[in-house]
């Protein structure tokens, strides 16, 4: 074989490579994956499922599929079959609320809740404002990747509260003092992996019951994190996720 065929064989090999990786990029790019799921057909596509490019769905009377594709949610309502890769209209940037939702680092400062005076009622929902801080209002598993650095967060900081904590064979309690809404985990409690914890007080009506997950590595986009929390069962950060997303695209159209 001369010099000029094998530098052609060379650029025909690259130029293939090239396309199939271009080809797996947009396949990649067009997946999309459930993140709640209601409705009749909720055991066939629970929370989770993955839906490769070009994919369709049939859904019935009274089902809701929210998907998270390309950084952006999108919702399927039945009855009718979607595609369920179908473009989606990107921002340029994920908006700040999303921004601050999978930071690394919680905020210091309070924002995302609220104080009332006396006669104001509480909004209906609250979400923590960072899918890391610990609202001890919602039990289940929560994924925890340094307990060292995790902190309590409140929705209500309009007057003092103290949360006790019960778990790993110790007890303890924080206390909030007003206009304060967040607090280190109570040093005297160990904070341990795969173990009940119960929190009373702090304004709850009934005791509430977290388990903890290990976060090996802290995700970078809101695809990233929805796929580990799914993984680890950390429901309501996903939920608190998927609901700053959706809000941020209505409010941005």
């Not at 595609?83 to 999303?98: H, Y």
């Amino acid at each position: 074989m001369s010099f000029p065929d094998i530098r052609m064989s060379r650029l025909a090999l690259t130029t293939a490579a090239a396309v199939a990786a271009m080809a797996v990029a947009g396949t990649a790019a067009a997946q999309s994956m459930v993140v709640r799921s209601t409705g009749p057909s909720a055991s066939q596509y629970p929370t989770g499922t993955k839906f490769k490019a070009g994919e369709r769905v049939t859904l019935v009377a009274g089902d809701r599929l929210v998907l998270i594709q390309d950084g952006k949610t999108r919702t399927l309502t039945g009855a009718g079959t979607f595609n369920t890769s179908a473009p989606v209209q990107l921002s340029q940037s994920m908006g700040t609320t999303v921004t601050r939702m999978i930071a690394k680092r919680p905020p210091t400062q309070s924002r995302g809740g609220f104080t009332r005076g006396p006669e104001e009622e509480a909004p209906a929902i609250v979400r923590a404002p960072n899918l890391w801080l610990l609202d001890y209002r919602e039990g289940g598993t929560f994924c925890v990747a340094d307990p060292a650095t995790l902190l309590l967060w409140r929705p209500d900081a309009s007057a003092d509260t103290v949360v006790r904590v019960e778990g790993a064979g110790k007890a303890g309690s924080t206390e909030l003092k007003k206009d304060a809404q967040f607090k280190r985990w109570p040093a005297e409690v160990p904070l341990q992996y795969d173990i009940d914890y119960r929190f009373s007080g702090g304004g709850l009506a009934a005791p509430v019951t977290v388990r903890f997950a290990p976060l090996e590595a802290m995700p970078e986009t809101p695809e990233a994190s929805a796929d580990m929390l799914v993984a680890k069962g950390c429901s309501p950060q996903l939920d608190r996720l998927v609901d700053a997303m959706s809000a941020e695209e209505n409010a941005t159209g």
